[in-house]
Nanobody, 121 residues
Framework: QVQLVESGGGLVQPGGSLRLSCAAS????????MGWYRQAPGAQRELVAA???????NYLDSVKGRFTISRDNAKNTVYLQMNSLKPEDTAVYYC???????????????WGQGTQVTVSS
């Protein structure tokens, strides 16, 4: 069994900051890319940021310069530091981790449970 546990969401005023964490646990054999997605009400889920096993990153254009994704391989954890938050960043944020969890050696993507981020005054 594999689990992804997210934390760090909440209510913040415009211009504020939040740090999201997503920790993977269980029978993990290998982890590849890790990422954060978000889904606002009535909208499709979109990729916010991703980081490869080698540390390369990519970001949604609207968050470049404000958000930073990082990972701690020793802890199987991915982070999303969000600064200068705007009301349009309000959404449920989900982590996605691509990993191998059994001896089929098949890489699959696994989702966290989601954490609400609300940016409002």
């Amino acid at each position: 069994q594999v689990q992804l546990v997210e934390s760090g969401g909440g209510l913040v005023q415009p211009g504020g900051s939040l740090r999201l964490s997503c920790a993977a646990s269980g029978s993990i054999l290998s982890i590849d890319a890790m990422g954060w997605y978000r889904q606002a009400p009535g909208a499709q889920r979109e990729l916010v940021a991703a980081i490869t096993s080698g540390g390369s990153t990519n970001y949604l254009d609207s968050v470049k310069g404000r958000f930073t994704i990082s990972r701690d391989n020793a802890k199987n954890t991915v982070y999303l530091q969000m600064n200068s938050l705007k009301p349009e960043d309000t959404a449920v944020y989900y982590c996605n981790v691509r990993m191998i969890v059994d001896r089929t050696w098949t890489m699959r993507g696994y989702w966290g449970q989601g954490t609400q981020v609300t940016v409002s005054s």
